[in-house]
Nanobody, 114 residues
Framework: QVQLVESGGGLVQPGGSLRLSCAAS????????MGWYRQAPGKQRELVGI???????NFADSVKGRFTISRDNVKNAVYLQMSSLKPEDTAVYFC????????WGQGTQVTVSS
């Protein structure tokens, strides 16, 4: 079992920045990948970005060049640095970890609005 706890969501103006954090606990030594998904009202959950243990990353086209992911393997944490935020980035952001099966955090709200 892996437990994921997110933090760092909130309200930000368009063009602003925000950093999300996610800490993993439990059987976290075998995490193969960690990253973030998001779900806007009325929409399906979608990949934002993910980072694999071998260093590879994958991002949604809509966030490339604006969002970055970093992992701290000692702390079993993953961070999402979001810049140049747009209103369409408004969503609940979920931390994700892949072991044998996927695990999800409880979600944190990000609202981009003036």
């Amino acid at each position: 079992q892996v437990q994921l706890v997110e933090s760092g969501g909130g309200l930000v103006q368009p063009g602003g920045s925000l950093r999300l954090s996610c800490a993993a606990s439990g059987s976290s030594r075998s995490i193969y990948a960690m990253g973030w998904y998001r779900q806007a009202p009325g929409k399906q959950r979608e990949l934002v970005g993910i980072k694999y243990s071998d260093g590879r990353t994958n991002f949604a086209d809509s966030v490339k060049g604006r969002f970055t992911i970093s992992r701290d393997n000692v702390k079993n944490a993953v961070y999402l640095q979001m810049s140049s935020l747009k209103p369409e980035d408004t969503a609940v952001y979920f931390c994700y970890a892949l072991v044998v099966t996927p695990y999800w955090g409880q979600g944190t709200q990000v609202t981009v609005s003036s």
